[in-house]
């Protein structure tokens, strides 16, 4: 690491420091400082200087860069590394931080300013300026390791809290009310296997025919369908890597599956030229995929006409979940079936819609205490006396 120190005609020295070269474009960079004093207060300074700028204490963001010239720079860096509809989160979250702090120079932004723009954007739900604030960290945590600031003022901030999110689920009677009250629906199909499986919309709008063997009655999880602004439904990789998987169906699902084939057979003769070959087990009577909102407000619709409490779409995976967990399939399986990462995650969602768990215990260690532990002439376990 390279400095020097310019006497001016004012009087002042200039401690001029060789930062880093910008990991963007290649361009050298420099660091001025001024100091009025004596020489030695310069050597000081650009001593200690050079020294914050080797242990990456002290950022190297040129003095006019903005956080919304950084942000910019950083999505695009994104764009070749994340997926798509990632990258429509990242712009999001962005915009905020652009349009409260974007004309502040990068390298003066503190958590102060970060804090009082989360708190003065209450008209946004706990949920929304937690994301933001998590795209922002991690935009200048890059910022970090790119040698740009030498300290992530985000990490100092306080994140909203947010409410613990309320699971809605039908039972076994309300669900069979629903299937009941759907039949010959155009979505049925889409209800009975979303119900029968736990997938994600995203992923049964993007099954393809291939994906399903119908002999051995099992369904593979490969792709996801999404959304970006403007833009038709596109189909793409799944959330993550656990959620490529292998879904066994029972014989309904199988037979539910089979009589929509032969449905969409006699809506690919009748559309003849118009139809659109994506191979998809749930599409348009052209072939075409649905739009996640079409899904949706059918969805919504039907929920009312049925009479049963409202839920969303994705509770139907949810639900799912809870008829297995009360049945007493492991947690395990279940996670495995809903594409979880780890069964942490399957535990913390359902655990608390699982009201007779604690019971049980109580039940099982009742008869544990009955039939091995000792116990006085009260009934009560007894108390052992010291030892001789």
Known sequence: MRGHIRKRESGSWAVVVELPRDPL?????????????????????????????????????????????YLEDWLKAQESLVRPTTLEKYRLGVRLWQRTLGTMRLNRVNPLDIQRVLGGSQHLGPKTRHEYLRVLRSALRQAVK???????????????????PQVRVWNEREVAAFLEATRGNRFYALYYVALATGMRKGELLALTWDNVDLEAGVIYVRQSLAELAGDRPRIG?????????????????VEVLKELRQQQEEE???????????NLVFCTHLGRPYYRGTVWWAFKRAVKRSGLPYIRFHDLRHTHATLLLRQGVHPKIVAERLGHSSIKITLDLYSHVLPDSQ????????????????????GAPSTPGPRP
């Open 25 to 69: 474009t290649g361009k050298r960079r420099q660091k001025w400082i001024t100091v009025r004093g004596s020489k030695r207060d310069a050597e000081r300074v650009l001593a200690r200087t050079i020294n914050d700028v080797e242990r990456n204490t002290f950022g190297t963001a040129p003095e006019r860069y903005t956080l919304a010239e």
């Open 237 to 253: 990789d799944p959330k993550s890597a656990s959620a490529h998987r292998r879904v066994p169906i029972d014989p309904s699902t």
């Open 359 to 378: 019971s049980e215990a109580v039940r099982a260690i009742a008869k544990v205490g009955r039939d091995t532990w000792p116990c006085s002439s009260s």
């Open 146 to 164: 790119w040698g740009v600031l030498g300290t992530n003022p985000a990490e100092g901030v306080r994140s909203p809290r947010i409410p613990r």
């Open 268 to 278: 690919k003769r009748v559309a003849g030229a118009e139809w659109e070959e994506h």
